[in-house]
């Protein structure tokens, strides 16, 4: 059974950093891509960092050079450290492989980026 478990989240003020961090299980972590998605009120679930197995890493314009993505495969874990952090990064975020599969989305972690 697939699981996909994201933490970290919480309520912070623009310019403040957080953390995320996602555990699989179930999957050949080692082997897949994985990413960072987001969901924000009203609107579509959007990519916006991931990392191969290699540990080459991309991300959206929207949060380059603020987001790094990174993962140790020997906790199958990826991380999300988010810095700069601006109301626009509100949204739930979760993590999946890429590309993504329906069935593995976990319940994501909110973040709420407000003053």
């Known amino acids: 059974q697939v699981q996909l478990v994201e933490s970290g989240g919480g309520l912070v003020q623009p310019g403040g950093s957080l953390r995320l961090s996602c555990v699989a299980s179930g999957i050949a972590f080692s082997l897949n891509d994985m990413g960072w998605y987001r969901q924000a009120p009203g609107k579509q679930r959007e990519l916006v960092a991931r990392i191969s197995s290699g540990h080459w890493a991309f991300y959206v314009d929207s949060v380059k050079g603020r987001f790094t993505i990174s993962r140790d495969n020997a906790k199958n874990t990826v991380y999300l450290q988010m810095n700069s952090l601006k109301f626009e990064d509100t949204a739930v975020y979760y993590c999946?492989?890429?590309?993504?599969?329906?069935?593995?989305w976990g319940q994501g972690t909110q973040v709420t980026v407000a003053s």
């Open positions: 999946n492989q890429i590309p993504n599969r329906p069935n593995y």
